[in-house]
């Protein structure tokens, strides 16, 4: 890749290419090289315009979003099923923890994006900061070749080289924390949705983290625009931290080892299996290909601060700012939205337990608590990440939250 590279700036009329000996001075090296028109491929504008030309006929939508603290994002757009667009607000999708937006549509058999879609629904899966195509850090080059030059490469190329969204090498963009995700990444994709659909406010549906960082920024800062709140597996309080903290402690090894360049693809997906089948599924509920699939695409290694936060959540039982002076678990009731409040009856990680103290303190007066088990009328008890990919989530989890997501009472 290195060699290909450097024919291709030397094409682009760049000077002598040069030993770089990391992949930090080689991101500095070509932005004092790059002339102005490749300066002009580098821009986010320009960047954001290929991303949205990936997009297919069947495919989703690619959106992009600016973060107030300069982060670009990336939103994956399903619109309505023909005849079925119905008077209703659109819906954001957001991943959890190790995830990106691929979870919500792994495969037609298990895909709420989808599934949503066809009745009717705007729907928009979002990646956050660090994930998927939005904005992340890369050890290597060969990893985000468009990233640093745009079209310019793929132009050299002719094509062999796709968009990867925006991936860079840039090391500002290796660490963040779950504040950042409440602070900035949530209101930029509630108000680039309600931008394109001329909407003043969606429906959020989040899995896990996804969840946690709408419920803190509503907690937080209660900006308007979600409407209505969903919630599967999410927590901001953690009754059995020593059961999680060996996770939490390899998933900060693994992403100390993908900074210093030391994790190789395949263990990388060694790595998430063994965590994903300790903790994260009920594994007689889940297909071998879902399984499968979320130990590809869908995965991302979470960032260093991130970890920091869950591993205090564990020790400490509630969910504070990296700061350690700010309670989350203590401003539920600040959280005013209409939600609903659900788990797996064998989730290990956010148990049933947490969903009643979510439950308990939320401000909100409309709130529902679900628990997705045969104890409560369900054909399986689902895991942490089965009650929305597990063998039943298509024909029972998802009418669930489309009848929620309508106002019908369950």
Known sequence: MRSTLAVCCLSLGLTTFGAVASAQNLGSFLERAAKQAIQKELSPEAVGQAVQRRA??????????????????????????????????????????????????????????????????????????????????????????????????????????????????DPKAANWTLDHHIAYDVPAFVQLVCARTGEDQVSWVGHSMGGIVALCHLSRYQNPGIGRLVTVGSQVTMENGQLVLPFLEQMLLTRQRQMTGNLTAEELVAQTKTSVNNLFFNVSHVDQKIYDALTGPATDVPAIGVMRQYMDLASKGQLTDSKGQFSYARALGNMKVPILISCGAQDRFAPPTVQKYLYDHVGSTDKTLIVFGAQHGFAADAGHDDALVGRTSRAQVYPVIDRWLRGQRQ
């Open 56 to 169: 297919t006929a069947t495919g989703p939508e690619l959106h992009q979003a600016r973060t107030a603290d300069g982060w670009t994002l990336v939103a994956r757009r399903y619109r309505p099923a023909a005849g079925k667009a119905a008077a209703l607000p659109p819906v954001i999708l957001c991943h959890g923890l190790t995830y990106n937006a691929a979870f919500w549509d792994l495969d037609p058999s298990c895909s709420l994006a989808t599934y949503l879609a066809g009745q009717g629904f705007d729907v928009w899966a979002v990646d956050l900061r660090g994930s998927g195509l939005s904005e992340k850090w890369v050890y290597r080059l060969d990893d985000a070749p468009e990233a640093l030059i745009g079209g310019a490469l793929r132009r050299a190329t002719k094509g062999k080289l796709g968009s990867q969204g925006y991936q860079t090498v």
